[in-house]
């Protein structure tokens, strides 16, 4: 009928205002996500896990697009966990070749937008083939200034802590460093997330309230989102609510409401 305004235009017309809004505020420098919910979101639809794991890769590239359009700085996503491997061989294997394929199609995109990839984690136990055409990437798009792209690929932030303090101990054992000078500067430096700030905000979709032994160290002040979204679902609306929610919270950092206000 005349005058109707269809459901999917005023789907467009409600993103827009939540765009206005989220630019007219404070934009997270780092936004990290951990992608929860694809085997959920593909059971719920009598589908193969591996279909919410490649429905889950659309989410990635409109994310990143949308951190890319807010000049947003690091986008760090926790693609593959050490604890990963326990899962079904044939997850696992679908899951390498999904990976390799999509890193090849898509960071030829991702180099056009300027946008920088890199990944942190231990890629040695990956298949040769996944390491190489992530190192690749990796080369394609170094110079790159825009948006930094970061993979955790077989990533846990425990061992990522264990393997600062066995970098930070050989340094005192060469006598390179003193262990009095050792401080959170130069643990935080031992990290691999060394030439990135601290994450301003973490999503954890699928309703799940817990961490994942995910960037431990960095998020000690990181403002936390989590949402019943399944990440195959979590597109431009979500990010934007996400956004918006971190938006309206006050950063204290340890201080009260009043100095931060001053």
Known sequence: MHGLISPAFSNIIMIETLRDRAQNGPIPNHIAIIMDGNGRWAKERILPRVAGHKEGINSVREITRICGEFDV???????????????????????????????????????????????????????????????????????????????????????????????????????????????????????????????????????ECRLSNFLLWQSAYTEIYMTETYWPAFREESLLNAILDYQSRERRFGKVSEQVKT
């Open 73 to 207: 700085k690091h986008l760090t996503l926790y693609t593959f966990s050490t604890e990963n491997w326990g899962r079904p061989k044939a997850e696992v294997s679908a899951l390498m070749t999904l990976l390799l394929k999509t890193i090849s199609i898509e960071v030829k995109e991702l180099h056009k937008k300027n946008v920088r990839f890199t990944t942190i984690g231990d890629l040695s136990m990956l298949p040769e083939s996944t390491q190489k055409g992530i190192l690749d990437g990796i080369e394609m798009t170094k110079n790159n200034s825009g948006l930094n792209l970061c993979l955790a690929l077989n990533y846990g932030s425990r061992q990522e802590m264990v393997s600062a303090v066995q970098s930070i101990a050989e340094r005192v054992k060469i006598g390179e460093l003193d262990s009095t000078e050792i401080n959170e500067t130069i643990f935080s430096q031992a990290l691999s997330t060394a030439n990135m700030s601290d994450p301003d905000l973490l999503i954890r979709t699928s309703g």
